[in-house]
């Protein structure tokens, strides 16, 4: 063996020896997927089911039991008859629906007998959150316009030049939220714990004063920096597995993609974010300040700018121009596109592409800023 | 010559726009080969960057580092493989055992089998850690952590061998192995022309080193033999003997005198040194009874470099109280921390204006013993009484009476002299005009006013320790706690502070001290040995000494009797 595999030899059974011995990272590597994935694959869903909706019926008749019955058939909505408009708004105030339906007294008379006014029925929703009130007013308009259509329809009606939109929904045909938000949370869950394992590592070295005798023996620092990667690299590909796996088995999230290029996307972005934690524990050397500035520059950029979340497209342009530079959202987009749609060798290719210099460069950065000296 | 420094600077930039901290300034000097250079000053005399930068940790601000003919400013790399560095916390992975450890530092040089399987045994039979291979690095002593470390910069045969403050902390037993297993390894290097470089703080161990590089505040007062340092103070040293309860006035007395210009106590006498040419003076007018000329030594070198009068400390008003009652007293105190008994039945009186030093080495249940005492540790067994108070019972009332110095001298260091006394006064309930004449009062008899508006963090470590000690005696205490009060301080400050002491205990303050220095043991009226949780003797420093005073060891030392006491 040449001098510099035995130095890498000896380096990488140290840092195995201490990821044995100290729990910290262990915890880091698998309990803290579990824990993250489990909470936030079952807390947060943009599912908009079983919306509550008062349904003031201000005279029943035929037209509006049938409204009724359109409204309760739609899984999206959990209409209750309130006696009042009144008692509709007290529904409304005290967060038990998120709208109310008013079908006035002359709604049914309109209806039957075509008049110079439709018959009008009133939406009062919600709006404290502009998109659930959106998503509210598109099912009840939904229901009404498909109700509409089937009793026009039935009497053989339909006006010439009418139009029948007939939708598929691609990728995700049953609008399960879960499908779209836990592959983007494994890739939060890889950015967190990646940083994590290492930021704490180095300036726990610097704490202790071990990484001071390191600098002075024949080790070079590709080889220290080496050694940390590799042991680390094999503890965050468990812990991808550990959250590839609860994706699929816990939370029944499909996979169509290629297992070839969700080894190498989770590689490359895991050597990135590990490398960014070195880099981050070389700088701060002190456990506290390494572990704070882990959280601010991953946690967020990870939760808010990924596209796990929130739609990168629909953010304004500067915000969007600001995405590209943290790698988490090449991930984001690999592995729901991974999950979801299977391999899109373009797509795939473009953001491995950029995770890839990612690595290069964080890799590169740490080389550069860890140099043989203390000041 | 294994390395050189040449007109060597170095500062560190300030933080947050303070002004630059110089640690070097102007040093030149060379390591030789065959013999250990000592590198040797108080805390904050630049040490440790000294030896950084010999192992290329640091690149100076100006000047030059060779060692083995390479510029270390540009090519550490090629002179690492023969540099063996210990760090002064060991540099050990504390998760890896002594034999994982040994075995990455031989990885990190690439040995080969064959001389691993040569060199790891040896040096583990060498370091007397055989039967500990298995063993944590974090679970070790101090002492055996610092064995492994030895044994860890050894293990490449390294031509130079950077030691920074190996032997602090450690018991003296411990000391005295590592001085003789490093003048072992120098022997046997020799062939290879192997040299040592010890960074220390104990004066003491100046005398064994070959060559001495003596630093303070970062400047380098002398380079030489240790022999050179002493010959300027030939038919300068005496001892006066004197007896024990006018110790501290004939101190007073010779500090006095215009012809002094030292007091050291030394137990049962004094140490005196004399400015050049002055007449020796007259034992029994400074309350002696005989002045013989004594050996000089290191510390008296420093001292004849730096001083210009022996210390002297204002006198301290009298406390209230009657001469001669017990103010603190301990008995059959015993604290079990799980299956470990850190103190072991451990009892004790102190008198009214004594001083009563704990004396042992890291670990040895001193500062368990000492936060029993403050009320900040609830004993498992025993009781301990504070001036005639139940610190369980009465731990309010207690603590008024008492002033707490503690190690690192707990200051604020963001705030200046002044706002550190007047927090401490607050703390301590003095109401405002009270704090107000406090604070002044403590400002001028501890020589704090040019400093008042300045930061406590930016403080030498001297003027630190006397702040530290004007703070813990704000609200009048007649019962002082010290906890190694002077470890690393320089002597001067060294004597000025123990003078300071030995006018409190003479107006009725009673002190308690811990500490592992013997230098310190010297200033107390009665020691109490401490080791492994037990008190194994209490005496004054001359009965230890008369104790293990024979044949073998006619004239023993503190440390002598500390040791053997000790081990029996």
């Known amino acids: 063996m040449t001098p510099a595999l035995v130095r890498l030899r000896g380096l990488l059974r140290k840092e195995i020896f201490q990821v044995l011995r100290d729990p910290s990272s262990l915890l880091i590597a698998f309990l803290l997927p579990v824990v993250l994935l489990a909470v936030n694959g079952y807390g947060i869903s943009l599912d908009a089911r079983h919306m509550g909706l008062a349904v003031v019926t201000e005279l029943p008749a035929e037209d509006t039991r049938e409204i009724m019955q359109a409204l309760i058939a739609s899984p999206y909505l959990a209409p209750v008859q309130a006696t009042s408009t009144e008692a509709g708004t007290q529904l409304l105030t005290a967060g038990k629906v998120r709208g109310i339906l008013v079908l006035r007294e002359d709604f049914s008379a309109r209806l039957k007998r075509p008049s110079r006014w439709p018959a009008r029925a009133q939406l009062l929703a919600n709006a404290t959150d502009p998109n659930t009130a959106r998503i509210l007013e598109g099912y009840v308009a939904g229901a009404l316009l498909t109700w509409a259509a089937g009793q026009q329809e039935e009497k053989r009606l339909l006006p010439a030049g009418s139009i029948t939109l007939e939708h598929r929904y691609w990728f995700n045909p049953e609008l399960r939220s879960a499908d779209f938000i836990v592959p983007g949370m494994v890739a939060f869950v890889m950015s967190m714990v990646g940083t994590l394992l290492t930021a704490l590592v180095v300036a726990r070295e610097w704490e202790r004063g071990t990484m001071e005798s390191m600098l002075a023996s024949p080790a070079r620092m590709g080889e220290i920096i080496a050694a940390r990667l590799i042991c680390y690299y094999g503890l965050g590909m468990l812990g991808m597995a550990i959250s590839f796996l609860m994706a699929i088995l816990l939370f029944g999230v499909p996979f169509r993609g290629s297992f070839a290029m969700l080894g190498a996307s989770a590689s490359l972005f895991l050597l990135f974010a590990l490398a960014f934690g070195l880099f981050i524990s070389t700088l701060a050397r002190s456990q506290f300040v390494a572990a704070q500035v882990a959280f601010l520059t991953t946690l967020l950029p990870a939760l808010m700018l990924s596209g796990m979340l929130f739609d990168i497209a629909s953010m304004p342009g500067w915000l969007q ?26 797509l795939v290719l473009a953001n491995l592409a950029a995770l890839a210099v990612a690595a290069t460069v964080t890799i590169g950065a740490t080389l550069a800023v860890t140099r043989r000296r203390l000041d | 010559m294994l390395a050189e420094v040449a007109g060597l600077h170095h500062s560190f930039a300030g933080v947050r726009g303070a002004a630059a901290t110089v640690a070097l300034n102007d040093v030149s000097a060379t390591v030789t080969e065959g013999m250990i250079t000592g590198v040797v000053g108080p805390d904050g005399a630049g040490k440790t960057t000294l030896l950084r930068l010999l192992a290329g940790l640091l690149r100076p601000t100006a000047g030059r580092v060779t060692v083995f003919g390479h510029d270390m400013a540009v090519d550490a790399q090629a002179a690492h493989g023969a540099i063996g560095y210990m760090p002064q916390r060991f540099g050990l992975y504390e998760d890896l055992s002594v034999a994982e450890n040994l075995s990455l530092f031989a990885d990190l040089h690439a040995l080969a089998a064959a001389v691993r399987q040569e060199r790891i045994p040896r040096l583990l039979q060498f370091t007397g850690l055989t039967p500990f291979t298995t063993r944590l690095a974090g679970k070790l002593s101090g002492g055996m952590k610092q064995k492994l470390g030895l044994a860890c910069a050894l293990l490449a045969r390294p031509r130079l061998l950077l030691l920074d403050e190996p032997s602090v902390g450690v018991d003296p037993a411990s000391r005295r192995e590592l001085w003789a297993m490093v003048a072992a390894m120098l022997a046997e290097g020799r062939a290879e022309g192997m040299g040592v470089v010890w960074a220390t703080a104990y004066l003491d161990e100046a005398e064994r080193c070959g060559r001495v590089v003596l630093l303070h505040e970062g400047r380098m007062l002398a380079e030489a033999p240790p022999g050179d340092f002493l010959a300027a103070l030939h038919g300068r040293v005496f001892s006066l003997a004197v007896p024990a309860a006018g110790r501290r006035k004939a101190g007073r007395l010779a500090a006095a005198d215009p012809a002094v210009l030292d007091v050291a106590v030394e137990s049962d006498s004094l140490r005196l040194v004399l400015h050049p040419g002055a007449a020796p003076p007259d034992a029994a007018a400074l309350g002696g009874t005989a002045l013989t000329p004594a050996a000089p030594r290191f510390e008296d070198g420093f001292v004849d470099r730096l001083a210009t009068a022996p210390a002297t400390a204002p006198d301290e008003p009298a406390r209230p109280g009657r001469a001669g009652g017990t103010a603190i007293e301990v008995r059959d105190l015993v604290r079990r921390f799980g299956a470990f008994t850190a103190v072991d039945h451990v009892g004790f009186a102190v008198a009214r204006g ?19 005492l403050c009320g900040l540790l609830r004993p498992s067994a025993g009781s301990a009484r504070v ?66 508006a300045s930061v406590a963090g930016a403080l030498p470590l001297g003027v630190k320790q006397r702040l530290a000690l004007a703070a813990a005696l704000l609200h009048r205490p007649d019962i002082l706690f010290l906890d190694e009060p002077t470890s690393g301080v320089d002597p001067l400050a060294r004597r000025a502070f123990w003078a300071r002491i030995g006018a409190l205990a003479e107006a009725g303050v009673t002190v308690l001290v811990t500490s592992h220095f013997m230098d310190e043991a010297e200033y107390c009226d009665r020691l109490g040995i401490v080791s492994a949780g037990k008190l194994i003797a209490t005496d004054t420093p001359a009965g230890l000494r008369a104790r293990v005073r024979g044949p073998d060891l006619p004239a023993p030392t503190l440390e002598d009797a500390f040791i053997r006491l000790v081990a029996a």
């Open chain 2, 387 to 452: 001036a005639g108070l139940d610190l369980l019972r009465a731990p309010a009332a207690a603590r008024a009476r008492i002033g707490y110095m503690a190690q690192r001298f707990s200051l604020y260091g963001e705030l200046t002299v002044a706002e550190n006394l007047s927090f401490f006064a607050r703390v301590y309930g003095l109401d405002r005009i009270a704090q107000a004449a406090a604070i002044a009062d403590a400002l001028d008899r501890f020589d704090l006013g040019a400093v008042r």
């Open chain 2, 354 to 372: 004594e001083i009563f030093g704990l004396l042992g080495p890291n670990g040895a249940g001193k500062s368990t013993i000492f936060r029993m």
């Open chain 1, 321 to 346: 121009a600001l995405t590209y530079i943290f790698p988490v959202r090449y991930l984001v987009s690999i592995l729901q596109t991974l999950f979801l749609a299977g391999t899109v060798w373009p």
